[in-house]
């Protein structure tokens, strides 16, 4: 990002030393004057609300802790942030996204908790591996996983019920003939007349409904349809080059741009914005509002949709169909990270570990907030979600199946917007092969100077 100011390793390091000594001068003057008063930052204001019930559970039995909830939208977070943490200031606790969370390492943001969870006798084991795994880095963790979350299809149960439709639960896709996948996007196709895309008489200029949408974006679009395919955005976690330079990436792309433009059964990427990344939630307004089927989105959507569509039809959740190397799903969770310059660590360090302990994720997840990060208490989260009609199971099943992690290395948050953009024109109008081979060329490259640019 223009303007970032990077700090090197060895002066991160000094900073945390000397911070640390920063922090046992303040915590001494704050505990003789009784009440320590945090700031804790997120961007969701769904969640925001959970939060806020339990950090006032939390408040109650640490009555010499005041918690004051931060929250900044998504799009302003990361750069506000990270303006606060170069300056040497910034919030005590703060949620941690994985697309920032290696260059926020690097840059010396953040404190190593591994001590701590170590001298807290803190289990690991009851959390999801993969989150405790995607937090750390050379033996050191920085966060205790809280939430994750995995993609899925929701659909309009009133819609399929009308052509009478029943989505598959065991579908599947391959780039060559589409699969039962694309059968069944056709199927849910409908154009002005109420003819599907299967019928010769489809009329594909003025299709009415349909069957479902793919954003130009990595988490809840082409993602997991890559990984299906033996394709990936980097090989490994701190990689220091991209790794999408190859035939199965450029034939799934080409077979999600032959779905919006040959088979015309995905929605046109011109209706979900710039570069088809849907930046302001189009996805959801063409969902809601009943012009796609079907909708590819992360479960931490649930509840925007649901409220969009209201009473206006039943939802219902299917998983991803499998692909030629079987179903995958992007799997990511969010962990709270504490401030190198917080002059209270004590303090934040036993909110850190509230929010991340069972206590916490249970309120979080029986109200249908969040899928905690602790397994045992995931049916919380489903139990909530079906007491409203809607059934999360199969995000659920994806999350106990083959995942693949948010690619983590430093610059790729950078290099993910960069790649949408270099990619915008696959989504935006018909594309031969080799014209898609050319655009996934171009944010090849874009991407691998972000994270030359960022030290990968």
Known sequence: MKGKRLV??????????????????????????????????????????????????????HPNIQ??????????????????????????????????????????????????IAKAGINSSQYYSSLWQLHTYKGAIYGIPKDWD???????????????????????????????????????????????????????????VYGMEMDNAFQTGFGSFWQMDGCHVINAAWASS??????????TTEFINQLMYKYHVLVPGSELGSNGTSPSGQDNSLFTSGKIAMELEGDWNTKPIAEGVGTKFKIGVVPLP?????????????????????????????LEQWLGSAASQKIMGSGGYIWPAIK??????????????????PFLAEAHGN?????????????????????????????????TKAALANAYAAANHDLQAAGA
């Open 150 to 208: 995995t993609i899925a299809i929701y659909y309009n149960e009133n819609y399929m019920a009308a052509h009478h439709l029943t989505p598959p639960s065991n579908w599947t896709w391959n780039p060559t003939n589409g699969g039962t996948f694309l059968k069944f996007l056709e199927e849910a196709t409908t154009d002005t007349n109420g003819t599907n895309a299967t019928s010769a008489s489809f009329n594909p200029n003025k299709v009415a």
């Open 403 to 435: 995942v693949v992690d948010w690619p983590n290395t430093p610059g790729m948050n950078q290099g993910l917007t960069d790649m949408g953009t270099a990619m915008g024109p696959i989504w935006l109008g018909s594309e031969t092969l080799s014209q």
């Open 8 to 61: 090197p390793l060895v002066l991160a390091a000094a900073t945390v030393s000397s911070s640390m000594g920063l922090v046992a001068a303040m915590e001494s003057t704050a505990s003789a004057s009784g009440v320590v008063h945090l700031t804790y930052t997120l961007w969701d204001p769904n969640e925001e609300v959970g939060y806020k019930q339990s950090i006032a559970v939390f408040e109650k039995s």
């Open 376 to 393: 045992s208490l995931d049916p919380l989260f489903e139990q909530a979600w079906a007491a409203k009609g809607i059934p999360m199971g």
């Open 242 to 251: 991209v790794a999408f330079n190859t035939p199965a990436c450029a034939q």
């Open 67 to 116: 918690v004051t909830v931060e929250q900044i939208p998504y799009a302003a977070y990361q750069t506000k942030l990270q303006e606060e943490f170069a300056s040497g200031s910034g919030p005590d606790l703060f949620w941690i996204n994985t697309p920032w969370l290696s260059t926020w390492i690097k840059d010396g943001f953040l404190v190593n908790l591994a001590p701590d």
């Open 322 to 350: 499998s692909g030629p190397d079987g179903r995958w799903s992007v799997f990511n969770g969010l962990i709270d990270g504490i401030n190198v310059h917080t002059p209270h660590f004590q303090q934040t360090w036993e």
